[in-house]
């Protein structure tokens, strides 16, 4: 701001209302990302400007890629408030913006988080779609930081298709890929798919082991943003597999 960088600025401000969602003050994230908004709307162009490219290939429209990134993080404060329409929207907007300036690693967060929006809502099809082309784009990027989540929800969705060799394959990629990378946020729900995957194959055995994984993980992790149950549902799950053997 001292100096006068627009755009810098305005990223700043979108890396803040992440970390203040994160946080859960979201009324506070909502003005730091609107004013990120108002500064992109306001400022055409920059002379002499520059940017902090996380895991990007730097690209000399710094307005597009600031655009793309603040979108994306305004559709992770309407995932989080339960507005799954204007996430959607906001998340197609980005990935707009990223196939301007030919950002795989935005590209890629952003296909990530539009598939599991699509998981939300049931539309399978579409989630797997999102989920492969976000793996696709990752891989060009050279990044594996969120491989586990593309796999996870890869997971969750054959699941949900009634595929559960395939569902086991990518539960099981996604966990090692967690492993790997030190990031355990969605080793949790692996567990659990895992668990849910053998029960139903009558595999009990398997079935309580990662019953237990799972209660255990949420227990050292803790609740992450896109976990869509809670430790009473693991539980339960253990308790039921127990009923059963």
């Not at 990302?33 to 000399?60: C, H, M, P, Q, V």
């Not at 598939?115 to 797997?128: I, P, Q, V």
Request: aromatic share 14%; net charge neutral.
């Amino acid at each position: 701001k001292n100096n006068n960088k627009k755009f810098a600025q305005a990223s700043t401000l979108s890396v803040m209302g992440y970390q203040l969602i994160v946080k859960g003050d979201y009324a506070e994230a909502l003005q730091n990302l609107f004013n990120a908004f108002d500064i992109i709307e306001k400022t055409k162009t920059e002379r002499n400007g520059w940017l902090y490219f996380k895991g990007s290939l730097a690209t000399k429209d710094h307005r597009t890629y600031v655009l793309s990134q603040t979108q994306h993080v305004y559709s992770i404060l309407m995932n989080n408030t339960g507005n799954t329409k204007q996430e959607i929207f906001y998340l197609k907007e980005a990935i707009k913006n990223g196939k301007i300036i030919n950002d795989p690693y935005r590209l890629g967060l952003s296909h990530m988080n539009l598939g599991y929006a699509y998981l939300k809502l049931n539309e399978l099809d579409s989630a797997l779609f999102c989920e492969q082309e976000a793996l696709t784009y990752f891989n060009k990027a050279f990044s594996n930081k969120y491989l586990s989540n593309v796999f996870a929800w890869t997971g969750d969705t054959y699941l949900k298709k009634g595929n559960r060799e395939l569902a086991k394959q990518f539960y099981f990629a996604s966990i090692q890929s967690a492993i790997d990378q030190a990031s355990l946020g969605t080793i949790t729900g692996s567990y659990y798919g895992l668990s849910k995957c053998y029960k139903t194959e009558g595999d009990l055995d398997s079935s309580i082991y990662y019953a237990y994984k799972s209660v255990e993980s949420i227990q050292l992790v803790g609740n992450t943003r896109h976990m869509d149950f809670s430790i009473g549902d693991l539980y339960e799950n253990l308790a039921d597999c127990y009923e059963l053997d």
